[in-house]
């Protein structure tokens, strides 16, 4: 529900039991964006801004700021009386660390979002003033707890934050600190009796339970054992049976900051994969509506480009599609000189899934949609830690994942295709490998350009001609589901959903 519809009067009190398939690999988001940790993280580590379903920024621990008319200032004036869990005071220094040795240099979407980011100036304990070589619109979008969370200074200043300690027993100034960590198991996590939101957080404390298995996450909702779950913690073959359950609700709101697509990330090193006649007979030997219908259920759109229809800078003016025609797909194959040889196949490539039952199941289709066009797809089953080090270490041919495009498109899209984010083992980067001169100088116009009509033209020219070389195949816009036991209020107040903090949710009797 939007921030004017939240409780007036939430009770306090309780534990939250929520649930997720995957083991973070660690509990800091400012070098991994995996969503496994965005869940997570976002409890401990807070931003300097929150937003609303319209993606409009809302205090958190900037309390205001303004942007000069140059685009070339930004002042954030900080939240007072805020602490660390360890008891040290939150001031600007902890802003310019997390900013210059953090997003600036290790977020794999930082580095395009804070490239024009000269300087943060700290003129006092509670002023953050961002200095920038150019305009850069972007910024204002990414400055959420997920996406550009802030670590403290005294704890990481002179280590090398990703093996810091702190990142697995984190200090931040959220409303929920770590309590235990019981590696495949749970995470519990106890309410800040220090809040400087007053008198959030209500709940007591939080309870994430890692359950691998769909079945039995399924089960726990079911049995009233688990209150809360996002991005799709149940097959969503389930949702309709436990929606049907007076005690379980179904929210699909608050993914609107992170976009989610269906992406198969190609291996562009791949011998056949070089050409780009191959990757589009890939996406048109691909039923993708039969994939949104009758995989995921219905829960999402087919992509018509590689930013999503809920952006302001979508086209599909002049941008080339590709609807199924396998006949389409051999030809243009044919013509690559990929034709078939005496035992039928062309060439075979290895497929490495994120896990997830219908991530799995499109796998499954798309191995037999490319054996009709005479392409072998042999698929690998692997834990999330290994599809991360597989797919990012260009240990593939076909990555299937889910990726967030985000608020603005240089946000996510960009590190996807950008040149510069071509960076071996960088998570949910440029794993194809793809570097076009114009693509690049395109994105980079658009990080600086102010003028929304010049910014839309260069991101339509953008996507015209993504569509036409397809680095990688984006097959749907994803309707992502947040399953919840009626009894928890207000834990969807705005477009952050599940990578939110849960400050506001409260159990009712």
């Not at 997390?98 to 980011?117: C, D, F, M, N, V």
Request: net charge neutral; hydrophobic share 35%.
């Amino acid at each position: 529900m939007p921030f004017s519809e939240i409780s007036a009067q939430p009770t306090q009190g309780g534990t939250c039991y929520t649930t997720q398939w995957a083991e973070p690999m660690t509990l800091t988001s400012i070098f991994n964006s995996s969503s496994a940790i965005g869940m997570v993280s976002p409890k401990i580590h807070e931003g300097l801004v929150t937003f609303d379903f319209q993606l409009n920024p809302k205090p958190s621990l900037a309390k205001s700021w303004t942007i000069s008319p140059d685009g070339l200032t930004y002042t954030f004036n900080l939240q007072t009386n805020v602490f660390w869990h360890d008891g040290k005071p939150f001031t600007s220094a902890d802003v310019k660390f997390s900013a210059e040795e953090g997003w600036k240099k290790i977020h794999p979407r930082g580095r395009a979002t804070y490239s024009k980011l000269t300087a943060v100036l700290t003129p006092d304990a509670h002023t953050a003033v961002f200095k920038l070589s150019a305009p850069s619109p972007m910024i204002m979008g990414a400055l959420n707890g997920y996406e550009s969370q802030l670590i403290p200074k005294h704890i990481y200043q002179g280590t090398e934050i990703q093996t810091n300690p702190a990142t697995n027993a984190p200090i931040g100034t959220g409303p929920f600190m770590l309590k235990e960590w019981k590696k495949g198991e749970h995470i519990t996590l106890v309410r800040n009796p220090n809040y400087w939101d007053k008198p959030k957080p209500y709940l007591d404390s939080l309870i994430i339970r890692i359950i691998p298995d769909a079945s039995a996450r399924g089960a726990a909702f079911e049995a009233g054992e688990i209150q809360y779950g996002g991005h799709n913690p149940v097959p969503l073959s389930d949702v309709a049976r436990l929606k049907a359950l007076p005690h379980l609700g179904v929210e699909t709101r608050g993914y609107e900051y992170l976009a989610p697509m269906f992406v198969m990330e190609l291996n562009n090193r791949h011998e056949a994969l070089k050409d780009k006649r191959v990757r589009q007979a890939l996406m048109y030997a691909l039923d993708r509506d039969f994939i949104v219908k009758n995989i995921w259920f219905g829960f999402g759109k087919v992509a018509t480009s590689p930013i999503p229809s809920t952006s302001p800078y979508y086209t599909n003016k002049g941008v080339p599609q590709y609807p199924y025609d396998p006949k389409k797909a051999a030809k243009l194959l044919d013509e690559a000189g990929w034709k078939p040889k005496p035992d039928g196949w062309r060439f075979k490539l290895t497929a490495v899934p994120v896990p997830g039952p219908e991530i799995l199941r499109t796998a499954e289709y798309t191995k037999q949609a490319f054996k009709e066009i005479g392409i072998d797809l042999d698929i690998r089953s692997v834990d999330l830690a290994t599809f991360i080090r597989e797919v990012y270490g260009w240990n593939f041919d076909v990555g299937f994942n889910w990726l967030y495009m985000m608020a603005d498109p240089t946000v996510g899209v960009q590190r996807l295709y950008w040149g510069k984010n071509v960076i071996k083992g960088s998570p949910f980067a440029n794993a194809s490998g793809y570097d076009d001169p114009r693509v690049n100088q395109l994105f980079e116009d658009c990080q600086t350009e102010n003028d929304q009509a010049k910014r839309k033209a260069m991101f339509a020219e953008i996507q015209q001609k993504l569509q036409e070389d397809m680095p990688d195949m984006n097959i749907f816009e994803m309707d992502t589901v947040t399953l919840y036991n009626k009894k928890l209020k207000d834990h969807t107040p705005g477009g952050d959903g599940a990578m939110g903090s849960l400050a506001d949710a409260y159990l009712t009797k």
